[in-house]
């Protein structure tokens, strides 16, 4: 079946520093990809979206590009801030199933 | 603002009793989903519904129960609550079909719930 695989936390990186949290998946044809972000005491929120190949999402300074030959959907961030400390989960939606499907989540800590 | 809620932030119950798990959407959303959230699993799908009246089973139904008599509120049922059921409960809904957006997902602050 379709997964999704992130690289286990937690990262730990000094404001400003650059970020890079990996993300593969595994699926039968090209399922739209999505970043959701978990604040401390919160609920997940969306925080970008790839419904193709080559499409890039961002928002908030994060960007993630939908590579297919790597089937790979990386998250990324130039500048990262303290108020940028939480959990990141990279998913897929899967259309047979009406599912989201969410890898293991991963942890960011950033100190000032 | 959209906005997801559930009925407790934290809740301690002991082995073998019922506990309802309420969530409330005020978006009109036809889909609601409840996942558990734990340490290196992520989030697992339990139950989820399309519409009033309707649910489907997830990745990990067993033990688990909903019931959907409202568009608005989704509720998870522990018919007989064990310690393996201590977890986060989040609650989610979502658009349903037109323009793509049914796979954009709400989520409410989730419940912390421990079983003694």
């Known amino acids: 079946g379709n997964s999704v695989t992130q690289m286990e936390g937690p990262v730990t990186l000094s404001e400003e520093a650059f970020l890079t949290i990996n993300c593969t998946y595994t699926a039968t044809g090209y399922p739209s990809l999505f970043w959701y972000v978990q604040y401390p005491g919160e609920g997940l929120q969306l925080l970008l979206k790839?419904?193709?190949?080559?499409d890039k999402g961002s928002n908030k300074g994060f960007e993630a590009t939908y590579r297919k030959e790597t089937t790979s959907f990386h998250l990324e961030k130039g500048s990262v801030q303290v108020s940028d400390s939480a959990v990141y989960f990279c998913a897929l939606w899967e259309d047979s199933s009406y599912k989201l499907i969410f890898g293991s989540g991963t942890r960011l800590l950033v100190r000032p | 603002d959209v906005k997801v809620t559930q009925s407790s932030r934290y809740l301690v119950k002991r082995t073998g009793e019922k506990v309802f798990l309420e969530c409330v959407q005020d978006m009109d959303h036809e889909n609601m989903f409840w996942y558990r959230q734990d340490p290196g699993l992520g989030l697992r799908l339990i139950y989820f519904s399309y519409d009033v009246k309707m649910k489907e089973k997830g990745d990990i139904p067993e033990g688990y129960s909903v019931s959907r008599e409202k568009k608005e509120r989704f509720s998870l049922i522990l018919e007989s609550a064990s310690t393996n059921q201590t977890s986060m409960y989040l609650c989610?809904?979502?658009?349903?079909?037109?323009?793509?957006?049914?796979?954009?997902?709400?989520f409410g602050p989730g419940t912390r719930l421990t079983v003694t």
């Open positions: 989610a809904s979502s658009p349903h079909g037109a323009g793509g957006h049914h796979y954009e997902q709400y």
């Open positions: 790839a419904t193709k190949a080559d």
